[in-house]
């Protein structure tokens, strides 16, 4: 298996501009979880799904940011409008369930808002 | 609120020596303990875990050490090896989540 599979690796955009992170999870894992990290605060997580359904929310920091994940292969993180404080590097995870191995990441997309 | 903390941003040990690294929490809610290491440019990969009811679990040169009356958990390396070198951190599961704490940088010393 590939692992999952985050694209695009890194993202510099302007302030203002729509961004679009994507995620392929492992196949057959039915939770997906995206993550971001920033120094102060580590890794934080946004939101999580489970058999493509939104479960949880409320780490999604603004109305800015939404997540969508259309089928069990790919799921999105957009920021609309984006701003120089979401420069970080968001990590998208999946699980088949059953925590005691957690989860397995991707590499992240290192997102730059200038 | 950060219900997983790691107190110290950064480590430094010699090679060969052991490698101690700490972590509190606040939630009792918690079931599952991980550390996972994370290299420059990866994604964090899982290394050990300990269960709620376990006060440890051993990995080869890994053990991890639960103190639940204290809320404390570590993490040992014995020997130490210059492939440790990396970002450590500590995060507990509760209700199908995994909350992680800030990290410890961990450098070891040939």
């Known amino acids: 298996d590939a692992g999952v599979i985050q694209s695009p690796r890194h993202e510099v955009t302007e302030m203002g501009q729509e961004v679009t992170l994507r995620c392929k999870p492992i196949s057959g894992h039915d939770y997906l979880f995206w993550y971001r990290q920033t120094m102060m605060r580590g890794l934080e997580l946004l939101i999580y799904?489970?058999?493509?359904?939104?479960?949880?929310d409320s780490g999604m920091p603004e109305d800015r940011f939404s997540a969508k994940m259309p089928n069990a292969s790919f799921s999105t993180l957009k920021i609309q409008p984006s701003e120089p404080r979401d420069s970080a590097v968001y990590f998208c995870?999946?699980?088949?369930?059953?925590?005691?191995?957690?989860?397995?990441f991707g590499s992240g997309t290192r997102l730059t808002v200038v | 609120d950060q219900q997983v903390k790691q107190n110290s941003p950064s480590l430094s040990v010699q090679e060969g020596r052991i490698s101690i690294l700490n972590c509190d929490y606040t939630?009792?809610?918690?079931?599952?303990f991980l550390w996972y290491k994370k290299y420059p440019a990866e994604g964090p990969t899982f290394l050990i875990s300990?269960?709620?009811?376990?006060d440890k679990n051993e990995d080869g040169r890994f053990t991890v050490f639960l103190n639940k009356s204290a809320k404390h958990l570590s993490l040992h390396i014995v020997p130490s090896q210059p492939g440790d070198s990396a970002v450590y951190f500590c995060?507990?599961?509760?209700?199908?989540?995994?909350?992680f704490g800030t990290g410890t940088r961990l450098t070891i010393i040939p």
């Open positions: 939630n009792s809610m918690f079931d599952y």
């Open positions: 995060a507990a599961s509760a209700f199908e989540k995994l909350t």
């Open positions: 995870a999946s699980s088949p369930g059953g925590f005691s191995k957690g989860y397995t």
């Open positions: 300990i269960s709620s009811i376990k």
């Open positions: 799904f489970n058999n493509n359904v939104p479960i949880d």
